[in-house]
């Protein structure tokens, strides 16, 4: 409902009306953090939280409009400071706390060797902030709460599935074409009207693709069901119309590791559900044939290995030959990078945002220098060390999978360390740090 506030609210009102509305999610956020022991409960409203904003054009300018928005933040940091004082709450690193410690010096030591700025001091404390929502989290969550997880997951990947439906709906109003098949993607914005606001179209079908993780766990747990080959399918087909390159191949991946663990589950209600899909889908695309086409020309007339620089909008430029690019950055401050505030975005500086520079890699290497990519391979050992210790359970391997596959993305795009991406996987990995060590009988297994 707040997110859709960018099509009936005017530019003037949207953001206050948006941060007051806030106030509907934070509150209960509160009372459950007060009331309940276990704080499971208040994931989804976390994860519909951090997806709700819908502004468009919020830049670094709006931090000035954004006070009634600290006050949600606030409340959300109130709830969790009362928790912990009233269920005295123990802290343990678990895992991967040790790695997110170093991962939060890694973030504020840069900005301790350059002049104060409130920006960069914010962005500077992001990493204990991620700290803060994992250790939070691993230590107050109770049981195994993997299902739950997953149940979000799933409601999460819907919401945001339907955040990309309603941008088609309003091109829909604004068409004026005679052939719907054929413009199909043509009615789909461009440009910042395909922005979520939160992020843009490229971070929401992240997140889809990292959410599908929950159609091999439901092919698991619910085998006679059709729905998760219904819901890959919906999510897939607005990714490709979508034109988000980088998910389009992953989303594919993440199909193709559903129909192996399929053939090699060999259940016969799930394969049948498998071969009515697969009718379902030929049947789609011998209707929307044309959209087929465009969607595959989209894709492959982008493809050219001559001009790299321009395949890669630009990354190449972001990450090597750019006088302010990453690798420049880095030759500047080797050991600990130049932080995460430099230069407004160098390819586009009017757009008043900072400099990502789109691959975990590039953009550690600079923020971060050499002290930031040895915490990032430390942190990801210690994150696989945490997969292999539950990977019985069928939730954690499916997640597992669209994990990796999302930082596989990473290598090209923005993922690890960005705001979005990181609550939702320290939430995750609080869940998991929470199943207990002890050996799973087969019936705890069967069912998560």
């Not at 439901?218 to 999510?235: D, Q, R, V």
């Not at 990032?376 to 939730?395: G, R």
Request: charged residues 10%.
């Amino acid at each position: 409902m707040i997110w859709t506030y960018r099509y009936f609210i005017g530019a003037d009102d949207i953001l206050n009306v948006t941060f007051y509305s806030l106030f509907l999610l934070t509150i209960p956020f509160l009372l459950i953090s007060i009331f309940y022991k276990n704080t499971v409960y208040t994931i989804p409203i976390l994860f519909g939280f951090v997806f709700c904003i819908g502004v468009v054009d919020m830049g670094l300018g709006s931090f000035d409009a954004s006070v009634v928005g600290f006050l949600n933040v606030l409340l959300v940091l109130i709830g969790i400071v009362i928790h912990l004082i009233k269920y005295k709450v123990k802290i343990k690193l678990k895992t991967i706390g040790l790695s997110l410690v170093l991962a939060a010096i890694s973030f504020i030591l840069p900005e301790l060797f350059k002049p104060f700025s409130l920006v960069g001091s914010m962005l500077g404390i992001l990493g204990f902030f991620y700290l803060f929502i994992f250790l939070y989290y691993a230590n107050t969550i109770e049981g195994n709460q993997l299902h739950y997880l997953m149940r979000v997951f799933a409601i999460t990947g819907l919401m945001l599935t339907f955040q990309m439906v309603s941008m088609w709906v309003h091109g829909f109003t604004l068409w004026e074409g005679t052939d719907l098949i054929k413009d199909f993607i043509e009615i789909f914005p461009r440009g910042k009207e395909s922005f979520p606001g939160w992020g843009n179209i490229n971070d929401l079908t992240i997140h889809l693709v990292l959410f599908s993780c929950i159609v091999i766990y439901y092919l698991h747990k619910y085998p006679k069901s059709i729905f998760p080959w219904l819901y890959l399918g919906f999510i897939a087909f607005w990714i490709y119309i979508s034109n988000a390159r980088g998910s389009m191949v992953t989303i594919t991946l993440s199909a193709l590791a559903c129909v192996i663990y399929a053939f090699f589950k060999r259940d016969k209600r799930q394969m049948i559900n498998l071969l009515i899909s697969f009718l379902l889908v030929v049947l789609i695309l011998v209707i929307f044939e044309p959209l087929v086409t465009q969607v595959m020309d989209s894709f492959f007339n982008t493809i050219n290995f001559d001009e790299p620089d321009t395949m890669l909008t630009g990354r190449i430029s972001l990450w090597i030959t750019h006088e302010k690019s990453a690798w420049n950055i880095f030759l500047k401050n080797p050991l600990i990078g130049s932080g995460w505030y430099n230069d407004l975005f160098i390819l586009s500086p009017d757009e008043n945002r900072i400099t990502v520079y789109h691959s975990t890699f590039f953009h550690v290497l600079a923020t971060g220098g050499i002290f930031g990519i040895i915490v990032l391979i430390y942190h990801f050992i210690k994150v696989y060390q945490l997969f292999k210790t539950h990977l019985v359970y069928k939730a954690v391997s499916a997640f597992f999978i669209t994990y990796l596959i999302s930082q596989f993305h990473g290598l090209l795009d923005n993922t690890q360390y960005m705001v979005h991406f990181s609550i939702i996987t320290y939430i995750a990995f609080a869940v998991i740090e929470n199943i207990p060590i002890n050996k799973p009988n087969e019936r705890e297994v069967q069912s998560v």
